[in-house]
């Protein structure tokens, strides 16, 4: 089969126009406008510079090669107090807002949760320290 001849082809397609209704002009315009705006805002948005212009600091925590074992203990210690209080002071919260909201939770795991929690704090506490808000302080004046 021979392709049609190009005069046929825009016979064709003007054929095709002339028969259309009012209905199928206003789709034919919004089927045209919607995607053509999408790409236009995407087009303007690849030109403009929206990264931040200042730069972005990265903090990270360096450690000297030259630390004795007893430091590095210490230091565990230390962050191993203050995530059992923060999960300890996150739990209470998460009670208190149970019991306030009517919400059912398991009191006897809370009850050992609690226990744990306890059980961590004598263990990792040394004398003459203390915690005031989940933070580590230590008492210097010898209360």
Do not use: C
Request: glycine share 6%.
């Amino acid at each position: 089969m021979l392709p049609p001849k190009p005069r046929v082809i825009v016979k064709d397609v003007a054929s095709f126009f002339a028969r259309r209704e009012r209905h199928n002009w206003i789709a034919l315009f919004f089927a045209i406008l919607i995607p053509g705006v999408v790409i236009g805002t995407f087009a303007m948005d690849s030109e403009t510079d929206i990264l931040p212009t200042e730069p972005i600091v990265h903090y990270v925590e360096v450690w000297g090669s030259d630390r004795s074992d007893e430091e590095i203990v210490e230091r565990q210690r230390v962050l191993a107090l203050e995530e059992n209080e923060r999960r300890a002071i996150s739990r209470q919260r998460f009670q208190q807002l149970a019991e306030g909201s009517g919400v059912e939770y398991d009191r006897a795991a809370a009850a050992a949760a609690d226990r744990i929690a306890d059980e961590n704090r004598r263990t990792l506490l040394r004398p003459g320290e203390r915690l005031d808000g989940g933070r580590l302080e230590i008492d210097t004046d010898g209360r």
